[in-house]
């Protein structure tokens, strides 16, 4: 397991990266992962209720949706979190099938909750939440013919998204794009300069297979600050 500690902007947000060791299954892998990643944050005097993102990621479609539906049963409750999903056999370093980041935030106080703002309709991925002062959106993506009707759907949708939750494309503190690797770097950046219209402080673009539906081409996470 991988253990990073950021201070940053007056947070402390930790990253834990890790593939499995035990489990013969993807199910079981991540059974394995979601539990050794539970002791990590104990250790460090957080828990899941902390966690503010999790990135999965699968070797193949089956290992994805195996890792999905484990993660669907922990992710309740207060430990609810904005999600995210990829397929990637080249993520891999090991025989996992399944491999989960995850980011925590330790709170800035004592007694603070997340809000959980649910998708319309209702789905598994939350919306949003709102934390300690920020706004994590889950995952965004869209099926549509190409890279550019996704990209024209997604960026409004999400400025909407953040004017819902108070906050707008200049408190955005760190966007990641996770880009199908046969579509064009240069026209991503290309569509956020059309829809954001400004510098963003910190943008990653990271390339996957394959998402949770076929005909995905790029999933966008956001995380922002509140007014």
Known sequence: ?????????????????????????????????????????????????????????????????????V???HNTGRNRAATSSYIAPDHFESDSRVSLDLIALRP??????????????????????????????AGKTVVLPTLSEQLDEILPRITRILASAGTAWDRVIQVSCYLHGSQSVEELAAHFD?????????????FAQGYSAEGKLIEVEVTAELK
């Open 108 to 137: 800035s106080q004592p007694g603070l909750e997340k809000k959980i703002v649910e998708s319309i309709p209702p789905r598994v991925p939350i919306d949003y939440l709102v934390y300690d002062g920020l706004v994590v959106l």
């Open 194 to 206: 059309k829809w954001v219209k400004r510098p963003l402080e910190r943008m990653e673009i990271g």
């Open 71 to 73: 993660r669907k049963k």
């Open 1 to 69: 397991m991988r253990k990073e500690i950021l201070r940053w902007r007056g947070r402390e947000f930790v990253f834990l990266s890790c593939e499995a060791t035990e489990g013969r299954t993807a199910t079981d892998q991540m059974e394995n992962i979601i539990g050794r990643m539970a002791a990590e944050l104990q250790k460090m005097a957080l828990s899941p209720a902390n966690t503010i993102r999790t990135r999965l990621w699968g070797a193949d479609r089956d290992s994805r949706d195996q890792g999905s539906l």
